[in-house]
C-alpha cells in the first residue's frame, strides 16, 4: 500500500489542486487514465473550436460576395485540418503529463483509479491510500439506448474530432451544444447533416427566444428533424439507417455515418465512489456541499463530475475554492457561482448568463426585458448580421442585471460585460452609463439594457 497526504483523480482542473499541495510539499499522487489535460483539452473545447475555425472561415468565403469579393473554395483538405489541431492537442497533453512527472512531490499513476476501500484506490493492481482524496474524473459521452445501435458504426464527441475522412452525410442524435458546434463544423465544410432532434427546438436550454430564432436559422443550412423518435437504426450494405418518427409520421434517414450527441454522464460508476462512502444523486453526479465537500470527511469533488457547470472554466473557478478550503479547514468559502456564462461555438454563436425569461417567470421574480437587433447598429449593418440580437433581463424594483443573452456574431465575446457586471453586482447603470466605442459591436449590449423600461 502506497501512502500520500493528497490523492487527486484527474488531470484536468484537479492539477490546480494537486500543484498546490504539492507547493505545500505534501506528497501527492495523480491518478490519470488517458492524456492529460482533461476533457477540455483532449475531446472538448480547445479541440473543437480549434476545427470549428475551419468552418468559420469557410463561411466567411461564402458570404464574402455580399461585400463584393467574390472567390471560391478550390478543396478541402480534410486531413490537414485534422493533423493540425492533433499534433496541437497532443503536444500540450505530453508537455502538461511530462510536468506532472518532473514536478517536486507529485506521482503519476497512469491507470484507471477506482475505490477499493475508505480513501483507498487501486490503479493497475497498485493500491494507493490518503486521509485528503480530490476526485475530478469527469464524465464521458452519454449514449442513449437505441434499438440496433451497437451493431451500427457510430462515434461521440470523442471520435468525432479525429475522424481521418470527412463524411458525405452525417446523421446527429442531439441537439444541445454539442450537436450544434459539430453541425456547424461538418455542414460549413461540405458535409450533408441532418439534426435529429426529440425536443421541439435546438438548444432548447437557452433564453426561448434565442432557441426559436436558432433552430429557425439551423433549418436554413441543415435537415432538422424536431419532435422526433428513434425507433431503431441498422446497417444497409454501407449505409445506416435510421428509422424515425415525427409527429406520427414515419420515415427512415440513411447517412453515412452516425453521431451520437445526446449530452454527458459522470464518471462516478467508473471509480466507483461508493466504496468509499461518497454518496451520488439520482444522475450519478456526486454530491457535495457548498465547500466542494462530499460527504466523507477529507474527500473533496470538482468539475464535471459535480454536475453543478458543466463548463471548463466553471472547473477552474472550483478548483480555486477546493484548493482554499481543502488546506484552510477553519477559514472555508462558499463557492460564488453567481453570473456563471456559457457560449455556443455554432454559427451563429449564442451565449449567455443569468436568468433565462422563463426561468424568471418560473421563480416569480420581477423582471423587465429588452431586445436589439445587431442589425440597428452600425458595426451590424457594417457586416451584414441581419440575424443577431441581444435580450437582457433586469429586476424591475432595484434594476439588478438578471440575465443577457446573445445570438449572433462574437455572442461569446460580447457576453462578458454582462457578466463582469452581474459578478460585481452592478446595476444596469454600470453598462448603460458607460462609454463605448462607436462603431463598435459592443453598442448592441448597451442598446439593449438602454432599451428596458423601468
Not at 212 to 218: A, H, L, M, Q, V
Amino acid at each position: 500500500m502506497d501512502r500520500f497526504d493528497v490523492i487527486v483523480i484527474g488531470s484536468g482542473s484537479g492539477l490546480e489542486v494537486s500543484s498546490e499541495a504539492a507547493e505545500r510539499g505534501l506528497s501527492v499522487a495523480v491518478v490519470e487514465e488517458g492524456p492529460f489535460g482533461g476533457t477540455c483539452l483532449n475531446r472538448g473545447c480547445i479541440p473543437s473550436k480549434m476545427l470549428i475555425h475551419s468552418a468559420d472561415i469557410m463561411e466567411t468565403i461564402k458570404t464574402a460576395g455580399q461585400f463584393g469579393i467574390h472567390e471560391k473554395v478550390e478543396r478541402i483538405d480534410w486531413q490537414s485540418i485534422i493533423r493540425r489541431v492533433a499534433d496541437e492537442i497532443d503536444g500540450d497533453a505530453r508537455a502538461v503529463e511530462e510536468g506532472n512527472q518532473k514536478a517536486p512531490n507529485i506521482t503519476v499513476f497512469k491507470g484507471r483509479g477506482r475505490f477499493v476501500a475508505d480513501k483507498t484506490l487501486e490503479v493497475n493492481g497498485q493500491r494507493l491510500t490518503a486521509e485528503t482524496v480530490l476526485i475530478a474524473a469527469g464524465t464521458r459521452p452519454r449514449v442513449p439506448e437505441i434499438r440496433g445501435l451497437s451493431d451500427v458504426p457510430y462515434v461521440t464527441s470523442d471520435e468525432a474530432l479525429r475522424l481521418p475522412e470527412q463524411p458525405e452525410r452525417l446523421a446527429i442524435v442531439g441537439g444541445g451544444y454539442i450537436a450544434a458546434e459539430l453541425g456547424h463544423f461538418f455542414g460549413s465544410l461540405g458535409t450533408e447533416v441532418t439534426l435529429i432532434q426529440r425536443g421541439q427546438l435546438l438548444v432548447q436550454q437557452e433564453d426561448r427566444d434565442v432557441s426559436r430564432r436558432f433552430t429557425e436559422i439551423s433549418k436554413r443550412k441543415f435537415r432538422v428533424l424536431l419532435d422526433t423518435q428513434i425507433s431503431q437504426v441498422y446497417l444497409n450494405t454501407d449505409e445506416v439507417a435510421i428509422e424515425v418518427s415525427t409527429s406520427g409520421n414515419t420515415e427512415t434517414i440513411t447517412s453515412d455515418l452516425l453521431l451520437i450527441a445526446t449530452g454527458r454522464v459522470p464518471n462516478s460508476d467508473l471509480t466507483e465512489v461508493g466504496r468509499t462512502g461518497v454518496e451520488v444523486d439520482q444522475r450519478g453526479f456526486v454530491k457535495v456541499d457548498e465547500f466542494l465537500e462530499t460527504g466523507v470527511p477529507g474527500i473533496w469533488a470538482l468539475g464535471d463530475i459535480v454536475g453543478k457547470n458543466l463548463l471548463k472554466h466553471s472547473a477552474n473557478l472550483e478548483a480555486a475554492y477546493v484548493a482554499h478550503n481543502m488546506f484552510n479547514p477553519d477559514s472555508k468559502v462558499a463557492v460564488n457561482y453567481h453570473a456563471v456564462p456559457h457560449a455556443i461555438f455554432a454559427s451563429p454563436q449564442v451565449a449567455g448568463v443569468g436568468l433565462t425569461e422563463q426561468a424568471a417567470t418560473e421563480l416569480g421574480v420581477p423582471y423587465v426585458a429588452a431586445t436589439y437587433n445587431y442589425y440597428d447598429t452600425a458595426f451590424g449593418s457594417a457586416i451584414e448580421d441581419r440575424d443577431g440580437f441581444v435580450k437582457v433581463l433586469a429586476h424591475r424594483e432595484t434594476q439588478e442585471i438578471l440575465g443577457c443573452h446573445i445570438m449572433g456574431t462574437d455572442a461569446a465575446t460580447l457576453v462578458q460585460e454582462a457578466t463582469n457586471a452581474m459578478r460585481m453586482g452592478h446595476s444596469t447603470d454600470a453598462i448603460t452609463q458607460s462609454v463605448y466605442v462607436h462603431p463598435a459591436l459592443p453598442e448592441v449590449v448597451q442598446r439593449a439594457f438602454g432599451a428596458l423600461q423601468f
